[in-house]
C-alpha cells in the first residue's frame, strides 16, 4: 500500500517555531491532509519528549514472527480512533565542531527505531550537551561521532544529513560545509544511507550529482507551522507500516 511520510518536522519547542505544534494537532493536520506517517521531531527535548511518552503509544507489529518484538516502531495518538496517523521518533540536531583545520557546521537527521532508543540517545546527549536550550539542539560533537553513538546504542537508527545544499549547517554549504559524504563521515560513511533534498533544492538537480547516486533521496517539509506540512513528502510502497521496513527501504532503496 502506498504511505506518503514526511519525516521532519519541529515542535512547539523549536526556535521560530509555531505554539501550535502539539501532536494532537499536528495529527489533525496529517488526517486534513492525506499524511500517513509523520515525524514527531524534537525528541531530544525533555519537555517534548514528555509529551511523546504520555500521549503517544506504539502501534504493535502484524502478525509478529516467534521471537521478535511485538511493537512495531510507530506510535499513534492514544485518544486516535484508529491508526491512520503513525509517528515515528526523528529528530534535527545542529553540529558545530572542528574538523580539518576548519569549522564545520552541519544539521543531520536522527530517527530512532523505538522510544526506548531515543531515550537511550537522550540520556548521553543530556550527559555531555545542554539538551533543553532548543527543541533543534546544537551539539560540540563530529558527524561521525554522532553516528557511532547512535549505532552503539541500537543498529537500526537511521542518520542522515538535512537540506544538504543550504549554504549553512549543511553537507554541502559553500560557508562550512563539505565537498563528499566522505569528507564529512570518514568511515562512518557507510552507515549514511539517506540525504534531504531540503527546500533549496530538488530531486532532479541531485540526480546530477553522481556521487548521491548509492544514497535514497528523501524531501521532507522542515515544517515550522501545522500548514507547511506536507510541503514536501515521500511516498512508500509499504506491507505492513512498521519502522523496520521504512528503515530497510531507506538503506536497500
Known amino acids: 500500500m502506498q504511505q506518503i511520510l514526511d519525516l521532519h518536522i519541529h515542535s512547539k519547542y523549536s526556535r521560530a517555531c509555531s505554539q501550535q505544534l502539539t501532536l494532537p494537532n499536528i495529527e489533525v493536520a496529517c488526517r486534513v491532509k492525506g499524511v500517513d506517517i509523520i515525524a514527531t521531531g524534537d525528541f531530544t527535548y525533555p519537555a517534548w519528549f514528555s509529551d511523546i511518552n504520555e500521549q503517544l503509544e506504539e502501534i504493535p507489529r502484524p502478525n509478529p514472527p516467534l521471537g521478535k518484538e511485538r511493537g512495531g516502531g510507530l506510535y499513534k495518538l492514544k485518544s486516535a480512533k484508529d491508526n491512520k496517523v503513525k509517528f515515528v521518533l526523528s529528530t534535527e540536531v545542529a553540529l558545530i565542531y572542528k574538523d580539518g583545520d576548519k569549522a564545520r557546521r552541519i544539521h543531520l537527521m536522527i530517527t530512532a527505531p523505538n522510544i526506548k532508543a531515543a531515550e537511550e540517545l537522550n540520556q548521553f546527549l543530556g550527559s555531555k550537551f545542554n539538551i533543553k536550550s532548543d527543541g533543534r ?21 537511521l542518520i542522515y544529513p538535512a537540506h544538504i545544499w543550504t549554504p549553512w549547517f549543511s553537507v554541502f554549504g559553500s560557508k562550512s560545509g563539505f565537498d563528499s559524504m566522505e569528507e564529512c563521515f570518514h568511515n562512518q560513511v557507510g552507515n549514511i544511507f539517506a540525504y534531504e533534498t531540503g527546500l533549496s533544492s530538488d530531486p532532479e538537480m541531485n540526480w546530477r550529482l553522481s556521487a548521491l547516486d548509492k544514497l535514497t533521496l528523501l524531501s521532507n517539509s522542515d515544517a515550522h507551522s501545522l500548514p507547511n506540512i506536507a510541503r514536501e513528502a515521500n511516498v512508500f510502497e509499504l506491507e505492513n507500516a512498521t519502522y523496520d521496513e521504512i528503515y530497510e527501504i531507506i538503506k536497500n532503496k
Open 137 to 157: 539542539p546544537i551539539f560540540g560533537i563530529s558527524a561521525p561521532a554522532l553516528v557511532r553513538v547512535c549505532l552503539a546504542i541500537h543498529p537500526k537508527f
